[in-house]
Structure formats: C-alpha cells, structure tokens
C-alpha cells in the first residue's frame, strides 16, 4: 500500500479507499447507463453487425467514463487526483496537445 501512495501522491489509507470507491462507481454507472443510450440510438445488436456493436458500445463506454470518472471524483473531494489521472491517461493516448 505504501508504494501506491507513494506512486499516487496520496497521504492516507482513507484517500487510496475514496479513489477505489470512485473507480468502482464510474465503472458500474458507465455501464448501467451505456445500455439506454445505445438504445435511444437504436444501436442493438439486432440492427448492428454484432461486432461493430461492441466497437460502439465499448468507444461510448470509454468517452463516458472519462467524463463520470472526474465527476465522481469531484463529488468525493478528489478532483485534482481523478483530473491529473484522466491527463495523463488521455495524454498517453495521443490527446497531449489538448492538456497543454
């Protein structure tokens, strides 16, 4: 645990267990809500290439979680944690330029 604090810049036990806490709820909420807004677009694997399906719904699944894993975070008081992650995870990903 010692060497994850050290690795997030977190202080305390009580700080790593918010930040679990906030991954495991924008998991769970990126995915319940994935499943209504593919159908409000009439993307189902009936009308879809069971494939090209997934591709979506996992693209959608990506953008949301992005967005709800910094919402969350506020909620918990951890915004400046979740919004340095979402940099550096987007910045890995070829989106840098956007955080300069």
């Known amino acids: 645990m010692n060497k994850l604090k050290e690795r997030w810049g977190i202080e305390s036990n009580f700080q790593i267990a918010i930040i679990f806490i906030v991954f495991a709820i924008t998991g769970s909420t990126a995915s319940y809500i994935g499943k209504p807004i ?18 979506i719904r996992i693209l959608i699944l990506f953008i949301m979680y992005q967005f709800l894993l910094v919402f969350f975070g506020w909620l918990f008081g951890q915004h400046s944690f979740f919004w ?4 550096k995870m987007l910045s890995r990903l070829g989106f840098k330029r956007f955080f300069n």
């Open 84 to 87: 340095n992650f979402e940099k």
């Open 38 to 55: 593919l159908g409000f677009l009439n993307i189902t694997p009936e009308t879809f290439n069971v494939v090209l399906y997934w591709t």
